[in-house]
């Protein structure tokens, strides 16, 4: 069965910056994206940033653009969220996810089918 498996975040004081891991072996070959969403209490799931499998077009949330960097290492199967200049509003449980359909919605969670266990990140001084 396949799996995400997450690693990274923590908690780091505003400005600072944090790396999130995926592990998704077996994805790349049978999913045309992985990306990441978040959830802050009391919110919904939003999609923050995802790339596809095909061609490595990157997608970013207007909230995270010019400071978070997705990518990914094929060879090892790896996706990875470097997140900088990290603010309190960034607060929130981030999730790997990927989708099987081409024509997936970076921000439809019902699009993504497949979802790591959750790692917390928190922004605070």
């Known amino acids: 069965q396949l799996q995400l498996v997450q690693s990274g975040g923590g908690s780091v004081q505003p400005g600072g910056s944090l790396r999130l891991s995926c592990a998704a072996s077996g994805f790349f070959r049978d999913h045309y994206a992985i990306g990441w969403f978040r959830q802050a209490p009391g919110k919904e799931r939003e999609g923050v940033s995802s790339?596809?499998?095909?061609?490595?077009?990157?997608y970013y949330a207007d909230s995270v653009k010019g400071r978070f960097t997705i990518s990914c290492d094929k060879a090892r199967d790896m996706v990875y969220l470097q997140m900088n200049s990290l603010k309190p509003e960034d607060t929130a449980v981030y999730y790997c996810a990927a989708s099987p359909y081409s024509d997936y919605d970076p921000n439809k969670v019902i699009d993504w089918n497949s979802w790591g266990q959750g790692t917390q990140v928190t922004v605070s001084s």
């Open positions: 790339i596809s499998t095909i061609n490595d077009k990157a």
